[in-house]
């Protein structure tokens, strides 16, 4: 197979800095173009990274007829409509998380995923300890998941981060609350039924700087979380079952460069002193490292879940 042809729609930090050097380890892929709205600095990013070519703004690289895939990690409030757009010029999408930021404005991108690729870059369900941990719940080592508890957290007050914008997707849930709920849903194997949360929102900037939520993915099993973008840096995922205790150390950020580890409890101590741990090599989950398809289910666009009632939507052929 001829490597896939993919643009990168900005210069935005997550791409230069870990998604485009995860691509370029892969020879499955060609990094081809990259593009900005200042052409400058699309090039300055070219030049950096070795990307052959550069464009000055978001169309000319949607209409470069070589390209075949796109790379969208745009500040939130563009991610649906720069991936409609690309779309409806042909291209496969991988888009930054959170796709979207209301459950109508995703609907306008379901006719095409019939046709084409359109993923959310949840770059954690391609990590060995998220595939390692699944294992172990389906095997039954803490009996029957009955909830989870997830902490994510990090301090950033920039005015200037995209994060701390209201009007362009900023916010703590569209940030991190999605990576708890991915979790939920991962971890679960099923889709939440009710949700519900606290939000304390930031008088200045006007985002939620810290939110919880309550989601209950049924037969009694609940997801518990707490995400905040203005308290120190804290993130795990608990997950307590039947006959035993789980916990990921490093659930999101996961370093490329050491390894990663779990802890099981299954013993019942309060004091941790039955917790054996498990260590896994090294491993980017910016690039592909898939040791199973990921499921169906998991991969396909979001189901919406609104405050205490689920919108059901459409089953999506990929
Ligand atoms: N999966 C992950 O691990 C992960 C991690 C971090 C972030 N993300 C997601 O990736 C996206 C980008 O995050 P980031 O931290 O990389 O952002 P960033 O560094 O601020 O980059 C955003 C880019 O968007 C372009 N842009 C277009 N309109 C803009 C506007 N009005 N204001 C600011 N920038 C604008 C700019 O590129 P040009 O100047 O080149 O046009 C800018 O460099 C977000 O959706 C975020 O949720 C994902």
Known sequence: MKPVRWGILSTAGIGTKKVIPGMLKSRELEVAAIASRNLGTAQSAAAALGIPSAHGSYEALLADPTIEAIYNPLPNHLHVPLTLAALQAGKHVLCEKPMAISAAEIEVLRPYASRLHVREAFMVRHHPQWLAVREELRRGTIGELRFMHVPFTYFNADPANIRNQADIGGG???????????????????????????????????????????MEFGRGRHLVFSVSMQVAPCQRVRL???????????????????????????????????????????????????????????????AVVHHNEVVKVEEIKS
């Open 240 to 302: 307590v079952g039947t006959e035993g205790r789980l916990e990921i150390e490093i659930a999101f950020s996961a370093p490329r460069d050491q390894p990663c580890r779990f802890f099981v409890d299954g013993a019942g101590a309060l004091d941790g002193s039955g917790v054996e741990t498990v260590t896994l090599p090294v491993a980017d989950q910016y690039r592909l490292h898939q040791t199973e398809r990921l499921d169906q289910t998991q991969d396909q666009l979001p």
């Open 172 to 214: 703590a849930l569209y940030d991190i609350g999605c990576y708890a709920i991915v979790a939920g849903r991962w971890f679960l194997e099923g889709e939440p039924v009710r949700a519900t949360a606290f939000v304390a929102r930031d008088a200045g900037f006007g985002i939620d700087a810290t939110t919880s939520g309550l």
